[in-house]
């Protein structure tokens, strides 16, 4: 009895020795995890620097959402925008609140800033603000609820068919770049392109027996957009002249390139165009993107599908496609009046009686 006695006894001082030291490692695991958890709330602190937030969302932009350099520019700069004014009014980026975003908004059409301008900055603003979220510096996003100014509808700029023959008869032919501007007008006017995705197009881009082209859009993304005839037509006289060239090591497989050798820059280009629309008496304020436009409303004039033309242009969403094309009110009209079934039994009734229709 007194031997079993002694058993139990053991038993229960080691039991209690392990209770001890499981209670003692719970305290350290627990100082542990608590020092932990401020160690992070201290580094994240420390990460709040606008400077160091601002360089890992530009990298998100770059790496996360595969941006071109280009757009994550544009995204920098209007961020700067209201980094400066909140530097001005001494304001955390951490800590901004709507009526701040709404000061700042306010103070874009003080500076004069158009509605479009003011749309796209704050349109920056709120993805800047999502990646705070996202990534753990926020937990509410205080732009949910910032408006963007009404736009009224844009309609830009377009020529015609004519205005294009027009825009590429006024070259002087017997310029050495000639037969590149106007493969340069037919490309942009023919397949739709961005002027960044002119100025980027690749020799193994083109599938020219095919008639086809190859594209790289924004965010990397490729697309095959057809080529009409005439611009391979105007291609070939200028790879005539290409070849002639003293073409700089690296650039030999860009399509179009400039007199040292280079490929072109979108600002060259952009001045080229603006150039023979003095030449060919356009009046029209154009730019490289206005024969993308006329590209699009072409098309749509021409009876192409909605849903074709957008995967043309490369754009992820159709409204974006609807918004930028467009059916003069003349031609509109004129498809009423041939197509509609009531229009039609009075076009055949006066012509029958040989009156005119339109009054």
């Known amino acids: 009895m007194i031997r079993l006695l002694r058993k139990y006894t053991t038993i229960f001082q080691k039991s209690l020795s392990n209770l001890h030291f499981f209670v003692r490692r719970t305290t350290v695991f627990k100082k542990i995890r608590n020092f932990a958890l401020q160690h992070e709330t201290q580094m994240k602190k420390t990460d709040s620097a606008p400077d160091s937030i601002v360089k890992n969302y530009l990298r998100y932009l770059k790496l996360g959402r595969n941006y071109s350099p280009n757009t994550v520019d544009g995204y920098h700069r209007d961020l700067r925008k209201l980094l400066d004014y909140l530097h001005r009014e001494t304001v955390s980026v951490l800590d901004v609140k709507l009526e701040h975003l709404q000061h700042f908004a306010a103070t874009l059409h003080e500076l004069g800033i158009g509605p479009s301008s003011q749309a796209r900055i704050l349109s920056g603003i709120r993805a800047f603000y999502r990646f705070l979220l996202l990534d753990g510096y926020l937990t509410a996003d205080p732009t949910e609820l910032l408006e963007s100014p009404t736009l009224g509808e844009h309609l830009p700029e377009v020529?015609?068919?004519?205005?294009?023959?027009?825009l590429e008869a006024?070259?002087?032919?017997?310029?050495?770049?000639s037969h590149r501007n106007r493969a340069i007008?037919?490309?942009?006017?023919?397949?739709?392109?961005?002027?960044?995705?002119?100025?980027?197009?690749?020799?193994?881009d083109l599938f020219l027996s095919d008639r086809f082209i190859r594209v790289l859009g924004k965010g990397n993304k490729e697309r095959l957009v057809p080529i009409s005839p005439k611009a391979i037509k105007e291609l070939d006289l200028w790879f005539e002249d290409r070849r002639r060239m003293d073409i700089k090591p690296g650039e030999e497989d860009y399509v179009f390139l400039n007199r040292r050798g280079s490929?072109?820059?979108?600002?060259m280009i952009l001045i080229m165009i603006k150039r023979q629309a003095l030449q060919a008496g356009i009046t029209k304020t154009i730019s490289p993107h206005t024969l993308r436009h006329s590209f699009a409303t072409a098309l749509l004039e021409g009876g192409a599908d909605l849903r074709a033309i957008q995967a043309m242009l490369g754009h992820e969403d159709i409204s974006t496609t609807e918004i930028y094309t467009h059916i003069d009110t003349h031609t509109l009209r004129q498809e009423i009046l041939e197509h509609h079934p009531r229009n039609?039994?009075?076009?055949?009734?006066?012509q029958k009686a040989d009156l005119p229709i339109d009054h």
């Open 159 to 166: 020529l015609s068919t004519a205005e294009v023959d027009a």
């Open 170 to 177: 006024s070259l002087d032919m017997s310029k050495p770049e």
């Open 185 to 204: 007008i037919e490309v942009l006017f023919s397949c739709g392109l961005r002027v960044s995705e002119l100025t980027h197009l690749r020799l193994s």
């Open 263 to 267: 490929h072109l820059t979108r600002t």
């Open 344 to 350: 039609r039994r009075e076009i055949i009734r006066g």
